[in-house]
């Protein structure tokens, strides 16, 4: 069964930073594309990076490139969103997905704020 644990949401000023991560199980995480999704109040969910198997060919959307980076630990079935230079259009829910699969993780919340 496909299970994916977000987790490093959390409050945080404008300008700063956290690192999101996805725990991945039930499946051979090296063998898949992975992404990250988020949704805003209000809004539709949208994925804004996505990274392939070998973590060579990686993709932003344009609302976070040069900001965010994703990456993949394909030992620790773990990937990883660092956020930096965050504003307060990036609080939303973000999620890790398998982009084979059709199976949401619980998110994780982050909230940017002064």
């Known amino acids: 069964q496909v299970r994916l644990v977000e987790s490093g949401g959390g409050l945080v000023q404008p300008g700063g930073s956290l690192r999101l991560s996805c725990v991945a199980s039930?499946?051979?995480?090296?063998?898949?594309?992975m992404a990250w999704y988020r949704q805003a109040p209000g809004k539709e969910r949208e994925m804004i990076a996505r990274?392939?198997?070998?973590?060579?060919?990686?993709d932003y959307a344009d609302s976070v490139k040069g900001r965010f980076a994703i990456s993949r630990d394909n030992v620790g079935n773990t990937l990883h969103l660092q956020m930096n230079s965050l504003k307060s259009a990036d609080t939303a829910v973000y999620y890790c997905?398998?982009?084979?699969?059709?199976?949401w993780g619980q998110g994780t919340q982050v909230t940017v704020s002064s």
């Open positions: 990274i392939l198997s070998t973590g060579v060919t990686i």
């Open positions: 039930g499946f051979t995480f090296r063998d898949h594309a």
């Open positions: 997905k398998a982009l084979a699969f059709g199976y």
